[in-house]
């Protein structure tokens, strides 16, 4: 893949909408959104590789590379586009994948959803210079609603997460060219579907489809567990506060009141200042939530656009519970909570 191949990442939140964006991007005669994204698996890789910058400076290069390709062979998901690998480098693999998978779909355009790793965003703008990043947005009440409910975390854990990824991804605004980054809400795809893909379209440079937005036909709503509707539901907007009380949406808008003003949403409750979660409140939710984890036999997640209910071993619980606490409590700098304003929401 050439880099005026056109390639795409949709960037944000967990729980913000991205599924059903990808579902309505797909159904254009020229996109295809990886339904289990590829390209931060590959990113994710890159703290990983500098482990191998040794001493031994001759062997370093065919170390990483050796390492990347380990790594695609033995991946659970990565391990299918083996096939795919050639000799060159890393950048080059990465690319050819791309554009092999959207050749296979019959599909000129790649996209990726590439989600609460904005740590790694400024290596992905590195692999693909000519990519274009869709930042999809949506209230954060209702992501850390959503999060609690969905992924069984805690709530003022996921709306703290939430502001960070959102400054993150404004952070990443400032570094790109004007046309390479596009910021669209959730609730305006909800109300304004039309005129919602029209922008995208514009911004990808393709034409609109009018026949995109008829997801009733779409594979992805016809699965067994299909996670999206057959339709657009605009009875998602503000469904959130049907499941927050009133305290907890204080709780939350002190969080991240300031944020949400921003975005323009409105909110119930204003503040002189709004304060994040220290890092021992965060440590403490997250060592609750990581018990929890523990003790539940089942969970519901999505795979490839559906909502499968996988059983947990309960070894399997034990040790990757065991590993997270060990890695919250030890691996974590706690000397932060002694230092006050390093925080990027500080002024």
Same mark, same amino acid.
């Given at each position: 893949?050439?880099?005026?191949?056109?390639?795409?990442?949709?960037?944000?939140?967990?729980?913000?909408?991205?599924?059903?964006?990808?579902?309505?991007?797909?159904?254009?005669?020229?996109?295809?959104?990886?339904?289990?994204?590829?390209?931060?698996?590959?990113?994710?890789?890159?703290?990983?590789?500098?482990?191998?910058?040794?001493?031994?400076?001759?062997?370093?290069?065919?170390?990483?590379?050796?390492?990347?390709?380990?790594?695609?062979?033995?991946?659970?998901?990565?391990?299918?586009?083996?096939?795919?690998?050639?000799?060159?480098?890393?950048?080059?693999?990465?690319?050819?994948?791309?554009?092999?998978?959207?050749?296979?779909?019959?599909?000129?355009?790649?996209?990726?959803?590439?989600?609460?790793?904005?740590?790694? +965003?400024?290596?992905?703008?590195?692999?693909?210079?000519?990519?274009?990043?869709?930042? +999809?947005?949506?209230?954060?009440?209702?992501?850390?609603?959503?999060?609690?409910?969905?992924?069984?975390?805690?709530?003022?854990?996921?709306?703290?997460?939430?502001?960070?990824?959102?400054?993150?991804?404004?952070?990443?605004?400032?570094?790109?060219?004007? $046309? /390479?980054?596009?910021?669209?809400?959730?609730? $305006?795809?909800?109300?304004?579907?039309?005129?919602?893909?029209?922008?995208?379209?514009?911004?990808?440079?393709?034409?609109?489809?009018?026949?995109? +937005?008829?997801?009733?036909?779409?594979?992805?709503?016809?699965?067994?567990?299909?996670?999206?509707?057959?339709?657009?539901?605009?009875?998602?907007?503000?469904?959130?506060?049907?499941?927050?009380?009133? /305290?907890?949406?204080?709780?939350?808008?002190?969080?991240?009141?300031?944020?949400?003003?921003?975005?323009?949403?409105?909110?119930?409750?204003?503040?002189?200042?709004?304060?994040?979660?220290?890092?021992?409140?965060?440590?403490?939710?997250?060592?609750?939530?990581?018990?929890?984890?523990?003790?539940?036999?089942?969970?519901?997640?999505?795979?490839?656009?559906?909502?499968?209910?996988?059983?947990?071993?309960?070894?399997?619980?034990?040790? /990757?519970?065991?590993?997270?606490?060990? $890695?919250? +409590?030890?691996?974590?700098?706690?000397?932060?909570?002694?230092?006050?304003?390093?925080?990027?929401?500080?002024?």
């Amino acid at each position: 893949m050439n880099q005026s191949t056109p390639v795409f990442f949709i960037i944000g939140v967990q729980r913000s909408g991205s599924t059903l964006l990808s579902v309505v991007l797909n159904n254009h005669s020229q996109v295809y959104v990886n339904k289990k994204p590829l390209v931060p698996l590959v990113a994710s890789l890159y703290n990983d590789l500098k482990l191998d910058y040794t001493a031994h400076e001759n062997t370093t290069i065919p170390r990483v590379n050796e390492r990347f390709l380990d790594h695609m062979k033995n991946h659970r998901v990565l391990k299918r586009y083996e096939p795919l690998l050639h000799d060159g480098s890393i950048k080059q693999n990465i690319h050819h994948i791309c554009q092999e998978v959207a050749a296979q779909h019959q599909k000129q355009i790649y996209g990726d959803k590439c989600l609460s790793i904005a740590d790694s +965003l400024p290596q992905l703008a590195m692999i693909f210079p000519n990519a274009r990043f869709i930042h +999809l947005v949506r209230d954060g009440r209702a992501v850390a609603k959503s999060i609690r409910d969905r992924a069984y975390s805690d709530l003022y854990i996921s709306m703290n997460e939430w502001k960070r990824e959102i400054v993150r991804a404004k952070i990443l605004r400032e570094m790109l060219d004007e $046309d /390479k980054f596009m910021e669209i809400r959730y609730e $305006d795809i909800l109300r304004n579907p039309k005129d919602s893909f029209e922008g995208i379209c514009d911004f990808l440079n393709i034409p609109f489809e009018p026949t995109m +937005l008829e997801i009733a036909g779409a594979e992805a709503t016809n699965t067994k567990n299909a996670y999206v509707k057959k339709h657009i539901d605009t009875d998602n907007v503000e469904k959130w506060r049907k499941g927050l009380s009133k /305290k907890e949406i204080y709780k939350l808008e002190h969080i991240a009141g300031d944020i949400l003003k921003d975005l323009g949403y409105t909110v119930d409750n204003n503040f002189d200042t709004y304060k994040t979660l220290s890092p021992f409140r965060e440590t403490w939710l997250e060592l609750k939530v990581i018990l929890r984890y523990m003790m539940r036999s089942k969970t519901t997640v999505m795979d490839a656009q559906e909502l499968v209910e996988r059983q947990i071993p309960f070894k399997e619980r034990m040790n /990757k519970g065991t590993s997270r606490i060990v $890695d919250l +409590l030890f691996s974590r700098n706690i000397k932060l909570a002694f230092k006050r304003g390093r925080s990027i929401f500080n002024k």
